[in-house]
């Protein structure tokens, strides 16, 4: 079928994004749904910093490539051998899909899926196939997903069933930065009862940590940003104290407030000087969660000796470290049960022609999570 996307020719091209033009909208062929494949109507996409520095050119992807990494639509149509989802299901669309075989995938842990990864470094959906083109030349997919798009072909394993009565442009928040943020917290950091957190970013997957750090019953949750029009949200959504992250007393000030420093400190900017002022910030015996994602191959530093003797632990983690069919759910119901309002990170929708400017309001972080609505 015909169809309307937003195409990446080229990255790295400067901002400001309205000017550059960085994603093309264009109309490309989409093959149809082969066996083990479903065809969904993209209803809604969200625009993540992933996006912004894919765009900036901080990590390689296979070119051309059409954009979108989360998203919901609903299935209109399934390939020989697909029986967990039929025509007409709204679906929230993630990234990750284990293979299920590989030691990552066994080991529970499918966002490492060998796979998936390879597929992902190539731009191929993670069945190794690829079905996107333009007058017969190959165009790649986006982390096996490609939700800047009116239609998305992919495997069933990035699609998880959902309540219709959920909105569409607020369940596409948890494709990314839903199951981004409250995995960090959950999976990753486990946090428990009582322990002190703060979060480094109070973007769209930040505030998904806060949400998610609140629900764990964390008794300090700090939230730290340069920018303070993010704060108002932040304490709304569950932030203890927020702090600016250029505000010189930082640390001391953290330390007082949870005599010695917090259990888990998240970094979610994607900004080396966070990661200094977040290891500064974390007590004996804590953990940095590493979420900001910074260009391929940067180097940071840190004093090892500190790190031995404080026993101290760097987690990174990916999606969340999801498990999509076991967590999204739960998290739609967190949604549901009015415990994770979404809803709120919701800065406003648009259609194609508004996405490079879009991209340039992400960038000067004015705005938290704005959704592409394909079809008008
Ligand atoms: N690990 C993963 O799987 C994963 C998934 C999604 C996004 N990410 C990464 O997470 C980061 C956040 O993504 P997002 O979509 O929420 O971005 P966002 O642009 O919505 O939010 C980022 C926030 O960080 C703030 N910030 C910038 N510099 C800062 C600093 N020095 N100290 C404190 N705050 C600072 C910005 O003001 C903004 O509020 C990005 O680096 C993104 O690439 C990682
Ligand atoms: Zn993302
Ligand atoms: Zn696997």
Request: overall charge neutral; aromatic content about 6%.
């Amino acid at each position: 079928m015909r169809m309307t996307a937003a195409v990446m020719y080229e990255q790295g091209l400067p901002a400001p994004y309205v000017e550059s033009q960085p994603f093309r909208i264009e109309e490309v062929e989409l093959d149809g749904p082969g066996e083990g494949e479903v065809l969904v109507e993209v209803r809604a996409a969200g625009l993540c910093h992933s996006d912004l520095s894919q765009v900036a050119g901080q990590r390689k992807r296979k070119l051309p490539v059409v954009g979108g990494h989360e998203g919901a639509g609903i299935v209109r149509e399934v390939g020989r051998g697909v029986t967990r989802l039929k025509p007409g299901d709204h679906v929230v669309m993630t990234a990750v899909s284990g293979c299920g075989h590989c030691h990552p995938c066994v080991e529970s842990r499918p966002v490492l899926c060998d796979t998936f990864t390879a597929a992902r470094s190539q731009g191929l959906l993670s069945n190794g196939l690829r079905k996107l083109s333009r007058k017969g030349n190959p165009i790649h997919h986006y982390s096996g997903i490609s939700s800047f798009a009116q239609y998305a072909v992919t495997v069933p394993g990035t699609l998880i069933k959902m309540d219709p009565s959920i909105p569409l442009d607020v369940a596409a928040m948890f494709g990314c930065a839903v199951v981004t943020g409250a995995g960090s917290v959950f999976n990753a950091a486990k946090v428990r009862p009582g322990q002190n957190v703060a979060v480094f970013g109070l973007g769209g997957v930040g505030l998904n940590s806060v949400m998610a750090a609140r629900i764990s019953g964390a008794a300090e949750i700090i939230g730290i940003d340069i920018n303070e029009s993010k704060f108002e949200l932040a304490r709304e959504l569950g932030c203890t104290r927020t702090i600016s992250a250029l505000d010189p007393n930082l640390v001391e000030i953290v330390k007082d407030l949870t005599k010695g420093g917090v259990d888990f400190s998240f970094e979610i900017s994607g900004s080396k000087a966070a990661m200094t002022s977040a290891n500064a910030i974390t007590r004996k015996g804590g953990e940095v969660v590493c979420v900001g994602l910074g260009a391929t191959g940067d180097l940071y530093q840190y004093a090892h000796a500190a790190l031995v003797a404080e026993e101290k632990v760097f987690r990174g983690t990916f999606m969340g470290s999801c498990v999509p069919e076991r967590d999204l759910p739960r998290y739609l119901k967190y949604f549901q049960e009015g415990k994770m309002p979404v809803d709120r990170l919701k800065s406003g929708t648009m259609g194609f022609d508004q996405l490079n400017h879009n991209l340039d309001q992400l960038d000067r972080g004015e705005v938290v999570r704005q959704i592409l609505l394909p079809h008008g």
